[in-house]
């Protein structure tokens, strides 16, 4: 590799190893414990849908939510349940779901979108919230309570 290359390689490298800006200056982890957003996730499972969840990897859930983090509940008898995903934007403003099947949903204060299959995402901030419930038929109060705990859950992440 030539000299002339090699320097014009070096602000790549720079930038590719965050050198100049660590993940708390442009995303700072929320305050809020991975462990009880996933408790509250499953609790979630227990009152509302009365399904029994449990989290046989529990790995950092003593740590701070941080720029994206899940929760990955598994049947009590096996098998995936779903899925809670919080993700820190980078970018202010939107964060519009790239899947057109997600419709807005009015009367939140926070931005609510809902897609068929049992699948919610809300934005609060620059934090965004998904949650999808796995082969999960819900009725229009299980609905209504799925999108007000998403919507609760973001908010506690962001603080």
Not at 83 to 105: I, K
Not at 124 to 142: A, I
Request: with cysteine.
């Amino acid at each position: 590799m030539s000299r002339r290359a090699a320097v014009l390689m070096i602000p790549l490298l720079v930038f590719l190893a965050g050198c100049g800006s660590s993940e708390k200056d442009i995303t700072g982890p929320s305050q809020y414990n991975r462990g009880k957003l996933c408790g509250e996730f499953a609790d979630f499972y227990k009152t509302v849908l009365s399904i029994d969840v449990e989290y046989p990897n529990q790995k950092d859930f003593d740590k701070p939510v941080s720029r994206a983090n899940g929760c990955f509940p598994s049947h009590v008898n096996g098998g995936m349940a779903g899925h809670l995903d919080m993700v820190r934007s980078l970018e202010d403003g939107t964060d519009e779901p790239s899947d057109p099947a997600y419709q807005p949903q009015n009367g939140f204060d926070e931005k609510v979108w809902m897609a068929p299959g049992s699948k919610f995402r809300v934005q609060d901030g620059r934090w965004v919230g998904t949650m999808e419930l796995f082969n999960t038929d819900l009725n229009n109060d299980q609905t209504r309570k799925a999108i007000e705990f998403l919507v609760k859950a973001t908010r506690e992440v962001k603080g």
